[in-house]
């Protein structure tokens, strides 16, 4: 079974950045199609961005587009999320799936996917 840890949280305040890691426990991770979902209390967990296994597709939740870039390192066994211009409502835990796709990207949906990390928390505040 695939396991995923997130890092990288912490607090910022608006306008900040940070970059989320999340690193699997198989060497083969490119296999793995991979996403960033994030989920605030009372809220409903929304998926943020999703990369292909190879890294070449992407996608963005509209909230996040040109704000948010995902990215991959597959011999490091890593995927990134860059955080940029960041705002209050983005604050909630935030954590990484995967699910075995070799070609291509699967919808955003937490239902799409397999394997979950813990979540890191993001805090956006002054």
């Known amino acids: 079974q695939l396991q995923l840890v997130e890092s990288g949280g912490g607090l910022v305040q608006p306008g900040g950045s940070l970059r989320l890691s999340c690193v699997g426990s198989?060497?083969?991770?490119?296999?793995?199609?991979i996403g960033w979902f994030r989920q605030a209390p009372g809220r409903e967990r929304e998926g943020v961005s999703c990369?292909?296994?190879?890294?070449?597709?992407?996608n963005y939740a509209p909230s996040v587009e040109g704000r948010f870039t995902i990215s991959r390192d597959n011999a490091k066994n890593t995927v990134y999320l860059q955080m940029n211009s960041l705002k209050p409502e983005d604050t909630a835990v935030y954590y990484c799936?995967?699910?075995?796709?070799?070609?291509?990207?699967?919808?955003?949906?937490?239902?799409?996917?397999?394997?979950w990390g813990q979540g890191t928390q993001v805090t956006v505040s002054s």
């Open positions: 198989v060497f083969t991770l490119g296999d793995y199609a």
């Open positions: 799936a995967a699910v075995p796709l070799r070609f291509g990207l699967v919808p955003l949906l937490a239902s799409a996917f397999d394997s």
């Open positions: 990369i292909s296994s190879s890294g070449h597709s992407t």
